[in-house]
C-alpha cells in the first residue's frame, strides 16, 4: 500500500512540474510580441507588409508618427495588426491612439472633413498626411449593370506612400502630353500616380520652346492623332538628353501615327501594321484571340509579377519589331507574343481570325524598355491595357506593370507598386485551352468515372449474391 501511495504522489508531482513548466511557457510566450508569434496565412496577406515597405522604413532617418483615431472598443483588428507590424519595424516609428472621446479636437488640426473610426495620420516634423478610413477600404463598382462590387485594403499602400510623403523633401513630377486626342488616364492609374507622391500635369509642347526644367517623365497615352514633325524632334532630343518617356499606343482604326512610330524607329524598332492575335489557346482567353496572354522577361519591372506567378494582360496590340540595329542602346524585351500569333493586317477590319496570305506569322514584342544612356523610353503597343475591365481580369498585374514602368523611369525601385489586397475573390487567369480541358474533365470525365465506379460495384454485389 506504501508502495502504491509512493507512486501515486509521484505522479502527481511529475504532473504538478508539468503543469507549472506549461505555464511559465505560456507566460513567456504571451511575452513575445504578436507581429512574431502570429502567421499571415489570409488568401491575401492582409497582415504582412511588402519588401518594398520595409525598404523605405529601413532607410528612414526622421521619426515619424502614426496617430491611430479610434474610439475604444472600435479598433479595426485588421489595420491594428498592420500598425504593429510598421511600430516593430523601426524605431524612427511610433503609432499612438487618439480616442476622439478623450481627445475631441486632436483631428480637427489635420482635417475639416468628417472623421471616421480608424482614420490615421501620418506625421513627420510639419508634414503630415491624413488617411481617410475611405482610402484604406475601397471599393469600385465592376458592373454597372448589376450594381455588383469589388472590396480591396489598402492600408499598406496609404500608410507606406504617406511616410514617403512626409520624410521626402522633394516629390517627381510627371507631364501628360496632349493635343493629340489622348484618352484619359484610367481614375485608378491617376490615383495610384498620386498615392505614389507622384506630381503629374499637363503638357502641351506647341505652346512651349523646350520641355520643362522639372519634367522627371512624360506619358503618351493612347493618342488618336499624329505629333508634329517640331513635336518629334523635342521628344527625340529629350530621350537621347536623358528624358523618361512612357508611350501607351495601340493600332488606329483610321489614321497613321508615323512621327510617334519614329520615336521607336531611331532605335531600329518598327511597328507591324495590324492587331495581334494568338492561334494558341495557351495565349490567349475569354475566347478572344486579341486578348493576349504574353510572355513575361525577367527585368526590374517585371520580377514582382513574375515570383507572385501573376499574368498581365494586353487587349488590341500591335506588334513592335526589333531589327537589333538600335544605335548604341540597350533593348529590352518586357512582353511578347508567341512564336504563333499573328499580325492581322486587316486590324479593327479584320473578319477572320484564320491566316490569310497578307498577314504575318510571328512573335512580336508588345512592351519594350530602350536605355539610350542615362535616357529612358518604354513603349507599350497598347491603348486598353489599363482599361478598368482588362485590369480587373488581370487582378491588378496590368495596373502593377504600368507603376512599375514609372518607378523604373524614375529610378524609385523602392516605390515598386504595393498593390491593394482583395477582399473577394480575384479572377483565376487560365488560357483558353485550359477553360476547355477543366470543362472536358468536370462535365465528361468526372461524371463518367462515378458512373464507372457504381457499375463496378453493382456487379461486384450480384457476384456475390
Not at 524598332?269 to 482567353?285: H, K, L, M, P, W
Not at 506569322?361 to 507599350?380: N, T, Y
Not at 504595393?418 to 483558353?432: C, D, V
Amino acid at each position: 500500500m506504501n508502495r502504491k501511495k509512493a507512486a501515486s504522489g509521484f505522479s502527481l508531482g511529475l504532473i504538478g512540474i508539468f503543469l507549472a513548466i506549461v505555464i511559465v511557457l505560456n507566460i513567456l510566450f504571451g511575452l513575445i510580441p504578436e507581429h512574431i508569434t502570429q502567421l499571415d496565412i489570409s488568401a491575401s496577406r492582409l497582415y504582412s507588409v511588402s519588401s518594398n515597405t520595409k525598404s523605405v522604413i529601413s532607410a528612414l532617418d526622421d521619426d515619424v508618427t502614426i496617430y491611430w483615431i479610434t474610439q475604444a472598443g472600435e479598433e479595426d483588428d485588421v489595420i491594428e495588426k498592420l500598425l504593429e507590424k510598421y511600430d516593430a519595424l523601426s524605431s524612427h516609428v511610433t503609432v499612438e491612439k487618439k480616442d476622439p472621446d478623450v481627445y475631441p479636437t486632436f483631428a480637427q488640426q489635420y482635417t475639416d472633413g468628417t472623421v471616421y473610426n480608424n482614420d490615421l495620420i501620418v506625421e513627420s516634423g510639419d508634414i503630415y498626411r491624413y488617411i481617410s478610413l475611405s482610402d484604406i477600404y475601397e471599393s469600385d463598382n465592376t458592373d454597372y449593370y448589376t450594381g455588383s462590387y469589388d472590396y480591396y485594403f489598402d492600408g499598406e499602400g496609404e500608410i507606406t506612400s504617406a511616410i514617403n510623403y512626409v520624410t521626402s523633401d522633394e516629390h517627381s513630377k510627371l507631364y501628360r502630353l496632349t493635343g493629340h486626342g489622348e484618352q484619359a488616364l484610367t481614375s485608378k492609374f491617376s490615383s495610384e500616380i498620386e498615392k505614389n507622391n507622384i506630381i503629374i500635369e499637363d503638357l502641351a509642347l506647341p505652346s512651349l520652346d523646350e520641355i520643362p526644367s522639372d519634367c522627371d517623365g512624360i506619358i503618351i497615352y493612347s493618342p488618336t492623332t499624329d505629333i508634329s514633325e517640331p513635336e518629334l524632334d523635342m521628344l527625340t532630343a529629350y530621350v537621347s538628353g536623358g528624358g523618361k518617356l512612357l508611350v501607351f499606343v495601340g493600332p488606329q482604326e483610321t489614321e497613321t501615327l508615323d512621327n510617334l512610330h519614329q520615336l521607336l524607329e531611331n532605335y531600329g524598332i518598327t511597328s507591324a501594321e495590324g492587331v495581334i492575335i494568338e492561334t494558341d489557346r495557351n495565349y490567349y482567353g475569354f475566347g478572344m484571340p486579341y486578348v493576349l496572354y504574353p510572355t513575361i522577361f525577367e527585368d526590374d519591372i517585371t520580377t514582382e509579377i513574375i515570383e507572385e506567378g501573376r499574368y498581365v494582360i494586353v487587349p488590341l496590340a500591335e506588334g513592335l519589331v526589333n531589327s537589333g540595329e538600335n544605335n548604341g542602346a540597350t533593348v529590352t524585351s518586357l512582353i511578347a507574343s508567341s512564336d504563333n500569333s499573328v499580325c492581322k493586317a486587316d486590324g479593327f477590319a479584320l473578319t477572320t481570325y484564320d491566316v490569310e496570305e497578307q498577314d504575318t506569322v510571328s512573335s512580336f514584342d508588345l512592351a519594350l524598355k530602350i536605355e539610350d544612356g542615362s535616357g529612358e523610353m518604354i513603349w507599350v503597343s497598347s491603348s486598353y491595357m489599363l482599361d478598368d475591365t482588362y485590369n480587373s481580369y488581370s487582378s491588378g498585374a496590368n495596373l502593377d506593370f504600368s507603376m512599375n514602368c514609372i518607378s523604373d523611369m524614375l529610378g524609385e525601385s523602392e516605390n515598386m507598386a504595393i498593390r491593394s489586397k482583395s477582399l473577394n475573390y480575384e479572377y483565376l487567369t487560365i488560357s483558353e485551352s485550359a477553360a476547355s480541358f477543366l470543362k472536358l474533365v468536370m462535365i465528361v470525365l468526372v461524371p463518367v468515372v462515378f458512373v464507372a465506379f457504381g457499375v463496378v460495384e453493382i456487379i461486384q454485389r450480384r457476384r456475390l449474391r
